[in-house]
């Protein structure tokens, strides 16, 4: 069965530096491109970060470049979110989805998402 | 950056009616259009991608149509576990971007 199990969320004081981790199962990682997206409470769906499925290329959306950096451990199976500088507009759903691809398709599975709340 | 929009932003419907949301780009983005469903509480899964290809296991009343930057999603009769909200979303290139949603309420 294919499985995205993110972790890493919680209650983070503002500014402050937090890692979100996704651990994958059932499907060969390495084939497949890897992104972030997040939902705030009660908003839509904003796309966060992509990966292709080699490490070797990114994207961030405007609103955390500078201040998120996605990675990859293709032995480990895992998906990573490191954030730093985090603010009350970071507070969210952060969900790990697959990418049908190696780059640039749909995404076709996602995770329960792990909530990152941002607070003093 | 390409923005997406949707219209409606919701609307109200019945068992069995036919349900049509649309999506524009402001920019071409040839066919790289996907739609999803998010049921409360739930994470979003895909229906369709490449604008109008049925992802494996969604029923055909699912079905989405539109290229460069006018696309369709139409429900052709809504049965009871459809009533979520559904989100258009490009990847021409990055940043991806989905549309603010459509949410079908009864």
């Known amino acids: 069965e294919v499985q995205l199990v993110e972790s890493g969320g919680g209650l983070v004081q503002p500014g402050k530096s937090l890692r979100l981790s996704c651990a994958t199962s059932g499907f060969r990682f390495h084939d497949h491109a890897m992104h972030w997206v997040r939902q705030a409470p009660g908003k839509g769906l904003e796309w966060v970060s992509g990966i292709n499925w080699n490490g070797n290329t990114e994207g961030y959306a405007d609103s955390v470049k500078g201040r998120f950096t996605i990675s990859r451990d293709n032995d480990k199976r895992f998906l990573y979110l490191q954030m730093s500088s985090l603010g009350g507009d970071d507070t969210a759903l952060y969900f790990c989805?697959?990418?049908?691809?190696?780059?640039?398709?749909?995404?076709?599975?996602w995770g329960h998402g792990t909530m990152v709340t941002v607070s003093s | 950056d390409i923005q997406m929009t949707q219209s409606p932003s919701s609307l109200s419907a019945s068992v069995g009616d036919r349900v049509t949301i649309t999506c524009q780009a402001n920019h071409d983005i040839n066919n790289y259009l996907n739609w999803y469903q998010q049921k409360p509480g739930r994470a979003p899964e895909l229906l369709i991608y490449?604008?109008?290809k049925l992802q494996t296991g969604v029923p055909l009343r699912f079905s989405g149509s539109g290229s460069g930057t006018h696309f369709t999603f139409t429900i052709s009769s809504l049965q009871p576990e459809d009533f979520a909200t559904y989100y258009c979303?490009?990847?021409?290139?990055?940043?991806?971007?989905f549309g603010p949603g459509t949410k079908v309420e009864i």
């Open positions: 989805a697959r990418d049908r691809t190696s780059w640039l398709g749909a995404l076709d599975i």
């Open positions: 979303q490009h990847y021409d290139y990055l940043p991806y971007s």
């Open positions: 490449d604008a109008s």
